[in-house]
């Protein structure tokens, strides 16, 4: 898909991967609007009511939508078998139920023009779940496979869907959880993130290049995701080790 001349809807454009994901794409000759509380628009994605007058403003700046992207998100660090409900519930209308929300919003005219694309960033952690992000896990993966069925319901329309997986990049995210700290060994592996920058310019590529997923980053992403499938043992017991105290 065509970037220069596109309208853009973004989410989360505020910070991190989304804010550097605004620049690029505009740099590219996009028009963005991004969406998120400290947003163009500002809205509580977690909040249908909001959620819809953020559509209506946001549409009413760009005119149409060619491209929408699901980037907003947040995180929680609580085991799955006590996190409270409410975070958790909080946690899948950020990070699920406004895409699917806006999704819905987006297609059908975009299925009039027979032009437009859908691009939902998820996570490393939709392809292989992280106990110390059990449940965030969970919502990336009914993210992912929202995005994988609509990429099928929509073939031949001339609308696609992007899945996006970053892995551990540098942002506010860790530090922006609705409750939880991240696990220390965690935090030391920091060092090795991505930049928001390198998530940008491949999400962009990618949507050039009409690329179904973007892994980033690609080698080490791609060959955690198959260690995972192939080794899997070996694979829950390092993370279980990652989420040990540095002095045990
Ligand atoms: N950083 C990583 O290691 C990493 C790895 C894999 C995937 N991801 C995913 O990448 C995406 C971007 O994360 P990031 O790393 O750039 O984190 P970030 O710097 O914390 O940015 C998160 C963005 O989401 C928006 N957001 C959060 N809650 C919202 C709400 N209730 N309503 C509206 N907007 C909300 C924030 O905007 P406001 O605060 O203005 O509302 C902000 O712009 C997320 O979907 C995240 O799950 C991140």
């Known amino acids: 898909m065509r970037i220069e001349g596109s309208h853009v809807l973004l989410t989360g454009a505020s910070s991190g991967i989304g804010a550097a994901l605004a620049t690029e794409l505009t740099s590219r000759g996009a028009k963005v609007v991004g969406v998120s509380r400290r947003g163009d628009v500002r809205a509580d994605l977690a909040d249908a009511a ?75 952690a939709s392809k292989v779940t992280l106990p110390w992000f059990t449940l965030y896990s969970a919502s990336k993966a009914a993210l992912e496979a929202h995005t994988r069925g609509l990429r099928i319901e929509l073939r031949g329309s001339g609308v696609g869907a992007m899945l996006v997986c970053p892995g551990y990049v540098k942002t506010k995210f860790q530090a922006s959880v609705l409750a939880g700290e991240v696990p220390p060994r965690l935090a030391h592996a920091k060092q090795f993130a991505s930049t928001p920058e390198k998530v940008a310019r491949a999400v962009a590529d990618g949507i050039e290049r009409g690329a179904r997923t973007v892994l980033v980053p690609t080698v080490a992403g791609w060959g955690f995701v198959a260690a995972s499938k192939v080794l899997p043992k070996l694979i829950d017991a390092r993370m279980a080790a990652m989420m040990e105290d540095d002095d045990d």
């Open 50 to 124: 909001d959620r819809a007058r953020a559509w209506d403003e946001a549409l009413a700046r760009l005119d149409r939508v060619d491209i929408l992207i699901n980037n907003a998100g947040v995180g929680l660090y609580q085991p799955s078998w006590r996190a409270p409900d409410d975070l958790v519930r909080r946690m899948f209308e950020v990070n699920f139920f406004a895409a699917l929300d806006l999704t819905r919003r987006a297609v059908p005219p975009m299925r009039e023009r027979r032009q437009g694309l859908v691009v939902n960033v998820a996570s490393i």
